[in-house]
Each structure stands twice: as C-alpha cells, then as structure tokens.
C-alpha cells in the first residue's frame, strides 16, 4: 500500500495536493464564469489528477477528496444550468469527458455528467447507472477505488428508479435500482477487502485501523438499500439478503464479516429479520472463525421483533445450522446456544421450560465428546451456565434445571473451578443470602472444585495466586449464609464445616476463620442462652457452637496454622466471656497459651502473639481471682522472655493495663501496676546498657519516653502509687540520657519527648482538679 512516510512527509504530500487541487479549480472557475467548456474540461480533469495519489493515507486522502467533491458539486451544478439553457447536449457532453486523458478524472467527471444526464430524464436512469457502476471496474486500487464508488453511490442515491421516484420507468426499474446498489456494494466490498492484502505483514494493525476508517463507505450502500420503497419483504428475501450473505460469506474477512453482518441486522426493519431467520442464521457457521458471532447475534436478539414466536424460530434455526454443519466445533455451536440462551432469558424469564431446552441440546451437542479441552468452547459453556445465574440472582433457582448440572459434567477440572468461581461472584454481585441447609448442601456440591481436590488433580499444577483468589472467593461466600432462625443456622455452620474439612491443609487457613467468625455472630445472638445439650438434637446454644468452634480451630492448629488458631481462640475466648461463660472462656486461653508455647517459634510471630493476648486478657471480666492470676501471670512471664529488650520492655508495660481496668467493676492493683513499670524501666536501662557495650553507644531513649507516657496515663486515672515525685525523676532521668555524650542523636525521639513535655504544660495550665494534680511537676 503505502510506502513507510512520517506525519511530517504526509502533511507535506496533503498540502501539496491541496495546493495543485485549488490552483486548477481556480482555472476551472475562471473558465465557467466565461462559459468555455473546453477548458472547464481540461482543468477538472488536471484538479482530479491530484486524487490519483498514492502517498495518503485513507484518512488524509478523505480531506483531499471532500475538497474535490466540493469542486464537483458547483461543476455539476454549472452543466445542469447549462443543459437547461440548450447551450450543450448533456449527451454530447456525457460522450465528450470521456475523453479526458487519465481513467480517475475520467470517470470523476463522467460520475458527475450522468448524474445531469439521468436528471435531465433523456435516457432511463437505469440504463445510465448500470454504465457508470460497470465503467468504475477501471479503478482497482483499493483506497482510489472506494472513494470513487463512493462518489458515485453519493450522486445517485437521489436518482434511482425506485417505486415512488421521479426516475420509475416500467415495472421492473426496481430491480435494476437494486441490482445497480448491490453491484457498488459488491465492488466497494472487494476493494475494502484487497487493502488488508497490500503492503508489508508487519503493517497489519496500521492496514485494519485504516480499513475500519473507511467500513461506513461501504455500510452506506445497505443503508441506501434499506431505504428504497421497492425492497419489500418479498425482494429482501429473494434478492437483497441472498445476495449480501453471498459476498459477505465469500469475502472470508473477518473485519468484513463482522462489520457487514451487523450492519445488516442495523439498517433493515424487525419484521424482515423475523421472516428470514432461518436464512440470516444459515450464514453464521460460513463466517471465519474469528468473527465474533455471539456479538452480532447479540445485535440481532436485541432488536424490538421479539415476539412470542420468535423462541420458536431462533431455536429452530439454530438447531438447523448446527445440524447442516456437521464439522462445525464444539465452540461454534455453544456460542450460539449462549445467545439464545441470553435472549431467552430476557424475552422469557418466566419460562424455565425453555432455559432448559436451550441447556438440553447443548448437553446433546457435547454428549459423546471427550473432556473439552478447547479453551475457547470451555469460555462458552462457562458462559452459557453464568447466564441463568445473572439472571435469576438464586443459586436454587438455576438448580431446577436439570439439564444445568447435566452441562457442568462435561467440564475438566480446571474449568469446574472456574464455574465455581463464577457462581460465587454472581451470588456476590447480587447479594443473594443463602438462607437453608439443603440450599447450602446444593451450592457446595456445586463448588466443590473450589472446596476439596478433584480426581487427578495434583498440587503441583495449581497457581499460587489463582488458588488464593478461588480459597478468597470460598470465603466471601460463607459470610453469605445467613438464617434468622437460630437452629436452622446452626444446621448451616455444620454444613459448611462438613464440607471445607475435607479441604485439607492449604485450604483451611483460608476457609476456618469466616466459619468461626460466622458462628461467632450467632453466638452474640443467643447471648445468654446455656442450656444442655439432650437427645439427639442438637439445639443453638452458645455451649454448643463453641464446642464446634473448638474442635474446627483445632483442625486449623494441625495444618499447622499457629497464628492465625491462636488468633481466633482469642476471639472465641472474648465472645465466651460477654456470654458468661467462664470455663469455656478460660479453655479457650489455654488452648491460645499451649500454641504460644509449643508452635510460635519466630521472635516476630511471638511479640504479635503476646500483645493479642495482653490486648484480649485486659477486655475479660469474667474471671474470677484465681484464674486471672493464673492467666495474667502467664502472660508477664511471656513479655518478659521476649528475645529482643525493646520488645520485652513494650510487652511488660503494656502488661501493666491487665491489673488496671478503667471500669466500674474493673481490677485496680496500682502496687503491680507500678511494679511493671519499674520491671519494664530495668529492660530498658539494660537495653541502653547492652547497646553501650556492642555499639559503643547507648542507642535511643525513646523506650523511656513510651514508659513515661504509661506512668502519665496511670497518674491521670488516678493510681496512688505513680506520684508527681516518680514522674519527676523519669523527666530528669530522660533529661540527663539526652544530654549525654553516650547516647545516639534521635530526631524522633526528640520530638516525641518534647511532645509529650508539652502535653504536661498544657495539663498544668488547664487548671482545675487535673491542673493540680500536675502542678508540682517541673519540666524546665
């Protein structure tokens, strides 16, 4: 096509055509105003010259063509006014541009002629027309080409001898008219066509951004069919149809394919399509493979001419092209059968009789075949099963179809998986509560591609990120299950705990904790309630949902899971104690401190442990005396056999808050408070002391200046035992550590003890009881 030019050349090449263009149509004027027809001839031939460019891209050359159609029109205006005067034959004149020396400018001027000519009415129209459309076979370059039938679609679709028109001859002038359009149509087709042909393999893209720049010049000669009185339903069907999927078919282009196809369903009226279903769908199996024919069907399905029949006849067409095309793939046939389906849906939602029709000749389609392993069929058939999910917006209802379980059977494993993945994004997407446990049962069953590992599925051949995503999706749809009746989701929760404990080990940390979070939210429903578990049933207590939350979390802790089981036997042990129940609450801290003890093994993983326990342990104020000590005792063991000194020192005055409770009835030990906090300021005096001796520098005070904020906290709630005098000596303590030469510049730790200082000046100025209370406190 065109050889490799930058923008800059293009520029140059359009301005020059402009330029020659303009400076001939100047003559071209000039010789008109003076009624010199000769020369009016010779210098709208040169203009035209400028169109036999090669070196414009088609959206260049549009600019320099438009320019030229501009001159043609005033030209064509010049020989109408003057074949009225009687000054020339319009048919001398018709014999005499034929004369020009170059073909374009020939037939440019010959175009612009017949056009006065047929209006002149001195020869039938039909007879003109089929002259110029044969004599534009001369050009064949593509972009030349199309311009110029372009030009001739455009100055005749006023004058053809359509019924109605001032141009009819005799009965059958219709025909020609259609016969002359379809023959430009075909043509303009070929020539659209042949520029995906022309040029280097490596300019594809640029040659299909082009071709797609030009697709309505040729989309406008359907357009114009549409548009002719004559074309009735009888002709649409006999000629004009046959004759369009004939070239559309044989054209083998899928820009083409794909472009024509939809324009077609476009541009002619509902009931033509309702009539000639079966012929319009007899075209889809011809079409390349790449064509996206779900689209254009889509076009087609929603258009306004859905009538009751209308399931009917796209049923029956389908089925019969699928029959006739007996090589047609798997991908081919379920595409279709998706458009239908989309098209049932929408038309008839009501009828489940024929969702399940359309699900019971795919079903026929892929009996017999082995696991598909087409990817592009496999996206249909996961299409085809997401449609009535979308649809419906309930899992159960696209389960009375019993052909839909009937189409999952034919899918590998991969594919299972992501079908399941789909079903849980359409109950997602739609917020749809799944509120029973046979509806549970049936969605499980379903998904469980996604739950367990399926036969001949090995480890090895799972992505790392697409089973985390699935195991994500699992769990976004448990929270989903929700009974308002107690028992019924008691029933649920054991459902689902049935079914993810056969997700083994990688699975569990994923599926365990929205489980347990889910039975914790029906045990703050039946707060309260303690009874006994009697008989075989198995009655909604919070005594019995925290037997099931132990022994699933347990499951966890085997994986192992370490963490996230200690995690979540806090959360247990927090919801135990707001339902009163001490014993259960003090097992499920023993089961916490056993995992800390035997399985947390990394230093990082222990101090995120041990502030979640210190943190849960503070919020309990079901224990009695005995079993607190125990417990907090155990946890200030812990803080302190931290392996790092910052890290115990944060842990044991943080620890100071489980034997100070700012409740009504909370704990108030003001002696062990002050006793962690003196523990936590020898850590940290042996923290700088340690990194005096491996550093040569005794390192930050910032962990002095987080104990102070503790002891300003407990002296605000009022503890007897933290004085204005102790706070006092931290302050000069923390004075005297910056001030040494030792200890390492820390911009941060300067701004938080300043921060901190400023907080004491302002309690001292607020006045009142707090005022007071601060008031012998020197910070300067």
């Given at each position: 096509m065109l050889p490799d030019a930058g923008a800059e050349d293009e520029e140059k090449w359009l301005a020059e055509g402009i330029a020659g263009l303009q400076h001939n149509a100047f003559y071209m004027h000039r010789a008109l105003d003076s009624n010199n027809l000769r020369d009016a001839l010779k210098f709208s031939a040169q203009m035209l010259s400028e169109l036999r460019t090669s070196r414009l891209s088609p959206h260049k050359y549009y600019e320099l063509y438009m320019r030229a159609f501009d001159e043609l029109r005033k030209l064509e205006m010049f020989f109408r006014e003057e074949s009225k005067r009687g000054s020339f034959s319009v048919i001398d004149l018709y014999e005499l541009v034929q004369h020009a020396g170059n073909i374009l400018p020939r037939?440019?001027?010959?175009?612009?002629?017949?056009?006065?000519?047929?209006?002149?009415?001195?020869?039938?129209?039909?007879?003109?027309?089929?002259?110029?459309?044969?004599?534009?076979?001369?050009?064949?370059?593509?972009?030349?080409?199309?311009?110029?039938?372009?030009?001739?679609?455009?100055?005749?679709?006023?004058?053809?001898?359509?019924?109605?028109?001032?141009?009819?001859?005799?009965?059958?002038?219709?025909?020609?008219?259609?016969?002359?359009?379809?023959?430009?149509f075909t043509e303009m087709n070929k020539l659209w066509v042949r520029m995906q042909h022309q040029g280097p393999v490596r300019e594809k893209e640029k040659r299909e951004k082009e071709r797609s720049e030009l697709r309505d010049l040729v989309g406008k000669n359907l357009h114009v069919l549409s548009q002719l009185e004559g074309v009735d339903l009888d002709m649409y069907k006999e000629t004009v149809l046959p004759r369009i999927l004939e070239q559309v078919v044989n054209c083998k282009d899928e820009l083409a394919q794909y472009y024509l196809m939809d324009c077609m369903i476009q541009v002619f009226p509902d009931e033509y399509h309702l009539q000639t279903l079966e012929t319009l769908l007899s075209a889809f199996p011809q079409l390349q493979p790449t064509v996206d024919i779900k689209t254009v069907l889509s076009q087609l399905m929603d258009r306004e001419f859905l009538q009751v029949e209308a399931f009917a006849k796209l049923s029956s067409a389908i089925g019969k092209v699928i029959e006739a095309q007996v090589d047609m793939p798997v991908v081919g046939a379920i595409t279709l059968y998706v458009s239908l389906l989309t098209f049932t849906l929408r038309v008839h939602p009501d009828r489940l009789d024929y969702v399940d029709q359309v699900l019971g000749a795919s079903v026929k389609k892929l009996s017999g075949k082995a696991r598909l392993e087409d990817s592009k069929a496999t996206k249909q058939i996961v299409a085809l099963l997401s449609a009535p999910l979308e649809k419906y917006n309930d899992i159960v209802t696209a389960l009375k179809l019993s052909n839909y379980p009937r189409v999952m059977d034919h899918l590998d494993n991969g594919t299972n998986k992501v079908m399941a993945v789909v079903i849980i994004q359409s109950i997602m997407k739609n917020s749809?509560?799944?509120?029973?446990?046979?509806?549970?049962?049936?969605?499980?069953?379903?998904?469980?591609?996604?739950?367990?590992?399926?036969?001949?599925?090995?480890?090895?051949?799972?992505?790392?990120?697409?089973?985390?995503?699935?195991?994500?999706?699992?769990?976004?749809?448990?929270?989903?299950?929700?009974?308002?009746?107690?028992?019924?989701?008691?029933?649920?929760?054991?459902?689902?705990?049935?079914?993810?404990?056969?997700?083994?080990?990688?699975?569990?940390?994923?599926?365990?904790?929205?489980?347990?979070?889910?039975?914790?939210?029906?045990?703050?429903?039946?707060?309260?309630?303690?009874?006994?578990?009697?008989?075989?049933e198995v009655p909604a207590t919070p005594k019995k949902i925290f037997q099931i939350l132990h022994q699933t979390i347990e499951a966890l802790s085997l994986v192992p899971s370490p963490e996230l089981a200690l995690r979540l036997y806090l959360q247990c042990a927090e919801a135990a104690n707001d339902c009163d129940l001490e014993p259960v609450a003090y097992e499920f801290?023993?089961?916490?401190?056993?995992?800390?003890?035997?399985?947390?093994?990394?230093?990082?993983?222990?101090?995120?442990?041990?502030?979640?326990?210190?943190?849960?342990?503070?919020?309990?104020?079901?224990?009695?005396?005995?079993?607190?000590?125990?417990?907090?005792?155990?946890?200030?063991?812990?803080?302190?056999?931290?392996?790092?000194?910052?890290?115990?020192?944060?842990?044991v005055y943080a620890c100071s808050h489980l034997f100070w409770v700012d409740d009504q009835d909370g704990i108030k030990d003001g002696e062990r408070v002050l006793l962690c906090l003196k523990r936590a300021l020898r850590i940290a005096n042996a923290a700088q002391q340690m990194a005096n001796v491996t550093r040569g520098s005794s390192g930050s005070v910032t962990l002095f200046i987080e104990i102070l904020n503790k002891y300003l906290y407990f002296f605000e709630k009022g503890n007897p035992q933290i004085t204005s005098s102790v706070i006092q000596g931290l302050i000069e303590l923390i004075n005297t550590e910056m001030q040494s030469d030792s200890t390492t510049s820390d911009p941060s730790a300067d701004a938080f003890f300043a921060s901190t200082l400023r907080y004491i000046q302002f309690q001292k100025q607020k006045g009142g009881a707090m005022g007071e209370k601060y008031e012998p406190i020197k910070i300067n």
């Open positions: 037939l440019y001027l010959l175009c612009t002629v017949g056009s006065v000519y047929i209006k002149s009415k001195e020869a039938p129209a039909k007879d003109v027309l089929k002259d110029l459309v044969e004599m534009c076979r001369g050009i064949q370059h593509p972009v030349r080409g199309l311009f110029l039938r372009s030009y001739l679609s455009q100055i005749s679709r006023d004058k053809l001898p359509d019924i109605g028109s001032e141009y009819e001859g005799d009965a059958d002038t219709i025909v020609d008219a259609v016969e002359f359009v379809l023959q430009n749809t509560c799944i509120s029973t446990a046979d509806k549970v049962e049936a969605l499980f069953e379903l998904i469980k591609g996604l739950i367990k590992d399926m036969d001949g599925t090995t480890e090895d051949e799972l992505d790392e990120e697409d089973f985390k995503e699935e195991q994500n999706s699992v769990a976004r749809l448990i929270h989903m299950l929700y009974n308002d009746d107690p028992e019924e989701m008691l029933k649920i929760i054991c459902n689902v705990r049935k079914h993810i404990l056969l997700g083994g080990p990688k699975r569990l940390p994923f599926t365990v904790p929205p489980l347990v979070f889910s039975a914790l939210k029906l045990v703050r429903r039946l707060q309260g309630q303690d009874g006994d578990v009697i008989g075989d801290f023993t089961q916490a401190f056993i995992l800390y003890e035997e399985e947390v093994a990394d230093s990082k993983a222990q101090v995120t442990a041990i502030h979640l326990i210190i943190g849960t342990l503070q919020r309990m104020n079901i224990f009695g005396v005995e079993n607190r000590d125990t417990l907090t005792h155990k946890t200030t063991g812990y803080s302190a056999k931290l392996l790092k000194k910052p890290d115990q020192c944060r842990a």
